[in-house]
């Protein structure tokens, strides 16, 4: 995966400690820059051995998140999210 | 979010981004010495490999909203570090438990129980 | 244990709070006995817990306000903190440990604010231990959503032509903001610029003093 891939979080909704906020998941932003890589946090929280993963900063608009009619469409939340829970996805037609 | 079991999302307590909520409180408190104690056990048994901040996290979140609203925030910790350090076999519950007594046994303050 | 030398004034110069005359409660005998337990079993010494405590004690906002003035005055300083936050800090002496550090720069056209919806995750190796609001729930809560009318909460209100970025810290980085310069500082030394630097101006609910309010 490279920067500026355009992304979908997975909407999954395990149990368990996970890093992935609910409030991102099924959505889709770009990706600001790739970090890690970093052991998967949570494997660690049970102690076990953890898988090192790429580790991507996610950057996610507030209509994106909240909806077209967000007080400040364009305002931005930036997430570092796991790469296992990022599908490459298509981005938005320029119109 | 739901409180109906029946009903679960599977979003948990602790993932609050976006919930509704009041004001910003503005009280602090100084920390006083055995929460920095607490702060100090964190990082150095974590740091020693015993467990991870990861488990830390995990520990928190396992105790459910009501702690969060009824424990102070190194109470919280105390009892994960705790927890993870019993997972990871530093200390049995028996010898945590006869400490414990005996550090009670010195004193009703901390400055007393803290004199071993 | 032998008496200890925290036993007087917190840092900030604010008493401790009288753990010593209140009644132990069930926490704080539970942290007697850990600690007890994990220096007996060789985890670790009381000297090294009061070293700790004393290097955590040691970093406060002061730490990140030089970064910031030497970033405001130092152009080579301010690529390196941009590309590589944690080796810029070191390198200007600071022991911030393993933490790793992305810093984030307000501009004209952009404000950036700092989170952790998730718990608490916060630049202590740099700034100190946070605040107590940002490990609200109000603060977790809302800023991800409403972040103008946090910083308005704050006393931060920014132009239409402003974007604002939150930056929720989920993982292994922790974030520390630059706050713009403020105007009528032309010529000032890095020292005296940093006295500019609020803490709350390098988490993004602030920004840093103006020459006249200083």
Redesign the interface.
Same mark, same amino acid.
């Given at each position: 995966m490279a920067e500026r891939q355009f992304m979908r979080v997975r909407p999954d909704?395990?149990? @368990?400690?996970v890093?992935?906020?609910?409030?991102?998941r099924g959505k889709t932003g770009w990706v600001e820059r790739t970090? @890690?890589p970093?052991p998967n946090?949570e494997q660690?929280?049970? @102690?076990n051995p953890a898988d090192a993963l790429p580790?991507m900063?996610v950057?996610f608009t507030?209509a994106e $998140?909240?909806g077209a009619d967000a007080?400040?469409p364009? &305002?931005? $939340? &930036?997430?570092?999210?796991?790469a296992h829970w990022l599908e490459l996805a298509e981005p938005p037609h320029a119109t | 979010m739901t409180n109906d079991p029946q009903n679960f999302d599977g979003r948990r307590w602790h993932d609050m981004g976006g919930n509704a909520a009041g004001p910003i409180p503005t009280d602090q408190h100084d920390f006083s010495l055995w929460e920095k104690r607490v702060d100090a056990l964190m990082v150095i048994s974590s740091s020693k490999g015993h467990f991870t901040v990861d488990g830390l996290r995990r520990v928190l979140e396992d105790m459910g909203p009501e702690a969060f609203e009824t424990m102070s925030y190194y109470e919280r910790w105390i009892a994960s570090v705790n927890q993870n350090l019993i997972e990871a076999g530093v200390y049995s519950t028996a010898e945590l438990a006869a400490r414990m007594t005996e550090v009670a046994a010195r004193g009703p303050t901390y400055g007393e129980a803290s004199d071993g | 244990m032998p008496h200890d030398h925290h036993d007087h004034l917190s840092p900030s110069g604010h008493p401790y709070r009288a753990d010593d005359d209140h009644p132990l409660t069930y926490w704080q005998q539970m942290e007697i006995a850990i600690r007890e337990l994990l220096i007996e079993k060789g985890v670790t010494t009381a000297a090294e817990i009061n070293a700790q405590i004393d290097a955590m004690d040691s970093r406060n906002p002061s730490h990140g306000a030089a970064v910031v003035a030497r970033a405001w005055t130092d152009p080579a300083f301010h690529e390196a903190l941009m590309t590589a936050a944690s080796a810029a800090s070191r390198e200007m002496g600071f022991d911030i440990g393993p933490m790793r550090l992305i810093a984030v720069e307000n501009t004209v056209d952009v404000h950036n604010v700092v989170v952790c919806t998730l718990c608490s995750c916060y630049p202590r190796n740099l700034l100190g231990l946070p605040p107590d609001w940002y490990k609200s729930r109000a603060y977790r809560s809302r800023t991800v959503k409403e972040p103008r009318k946090v910083l308005a909460e704050f006393g931060v209100t920014l132009p239409e032509t402003t974007t604002v970025r939150v930056h929720d810290s989920t993982a292994d980085m922790r974030y520390i903001v630059i706050p713009t310069r403020p105007s009528g500082t032309d010529g000032w030394t890095a020292d005296a610029l940093a006295d500019l630097v609020t803490r709350d101006s390098m988490i993004g609910t602030g920004v840093a003093k103006s020459p006249k309010a200083a």
């Open positions: 909704m395990p149990p @368990g400690h890093r992935t906020p609910s409030y991102l970090l @890690g970093f946090p660690l929280a049970y @102690g580790l900063r950057r507030m $998140v909240w007080p400040h364009q &305002d931005t $939340v &930036d997430a570092e999210i796991y | - | -």
